[in-house]
């Protein structure tokens, strides 16, 4: 396959990706799967989206990263194309490894429940307070602990694959409670069921 070959290839790739608005934080453009997958290529290190993926998809995202970065190094809309193809696959294997259907990236702004919102800034800023009035008084205790929880564990090295996922797992516990979700449902190496909710590291 010629070089020219591979970006069409590539181009078309993501058209058919790119099918219709994802519904879920983490599937935005300004969400933080996506912003943790060009943080990767930009620092050429692939444990950075590992997090996101279980463990039966480690290969496959492996693969497409070595890839993209590969013709990332040409430059110009090559590079593009590539970052583009990276992330859209990065989110789809994401997705799958969730038992969920991937229905492409959402431009950044897109809407997000408030609760969710909140839930993001209150990780970044170390403290629960976005959330107040958000959450029922009884729901209270319970989103303290969980948010508690996170912040104990969110600071971890990037190659710390262990200690990455137990974090994800953590706040996306937190994620889900905030959103109104009471009962988390485990699969693969242990993230919570986070279709909706998604927070940052």
């Given at each position: 396959m010629t070089f020219t070959t591979f970006l069409r290839t590539l181009a078309a790739s993501?058209?058919?990706?790119?099918?219709?608005?994802?519904?879920?934080?983490?599937?935005?453009?300004?969400?933080?799967?996506?912003?943790?997958?060009?943080?990767?290529?930009?620092?050429?290190?692939?444990?950075?989206?590992?997090?996101?993926?279980?463990?039966?998809?480690?290969?496959?995202?492996?693969?497409?990263?070595?890839?993209?970065?590969?013709?990332?190094?040409?430059?110009?809309?090559?590079?593009?194309?590539?970052?583009?193809?990276?992330?859209?696959?990065?989110?789809?294997?994401?997705?799958?490894?969730?038992?969920?259907?991937?229905?492409?990236?959402?431009?950044?702004?897109?809407?997000?429940?408030?609760?969710?919102?909140?839930?993001?800034?209150a990780l970044e800023r170390g403290s629960i307070e976005p959330l107040l009035g958000l959450i029922d008084a009884e729901r209270w205790p319970e989103l303290e602990k969980r948010f508690d929880k996170a912040i104990a564990l969110k600071k971890f090295d990037d190659n710390d694959l262990p200690a990455a996922r137990t974090y994800m797992e953590a706040y996306v516990s937190f994620f889900k409670y905030a959103e109104g979700h009471d009962h988390d449902h485990h699969h693969g190496h242990g993230h919570a069921a986070h279709g909706g909710g998604c927070g940052h590291h």
């Open positions: 993501i058209t058919r990706l790119v099918i219709r608005p994802a519904s879920a934080h983490c599937d935005t453009a300004d969400g933080p799967a996506v912003i943790d997958g060009r943080r990767a290529l930009s620092q050429g290190n692939v444990n950075i989206a590992l997090k996101w993926v279980m463990s039966e998809g480690e290969d496959e995202l492996r693969a497409t990263f070595d890839r993209a970065q590969r013709v990332r190094a040409v430059g110009g809309e090559a590079a593009l194309l590539a970052e583009q193809w990276f992330l859209e696959n990065m989110v789809r294997i994401h997705r799958a490894g969730e038992g969920a259907g991937y229905d492409g990236i959402k431009p950044a702004g897109s809407a997000v429940p408030p609760q969710v919102r909140a839930a993001d800034e």
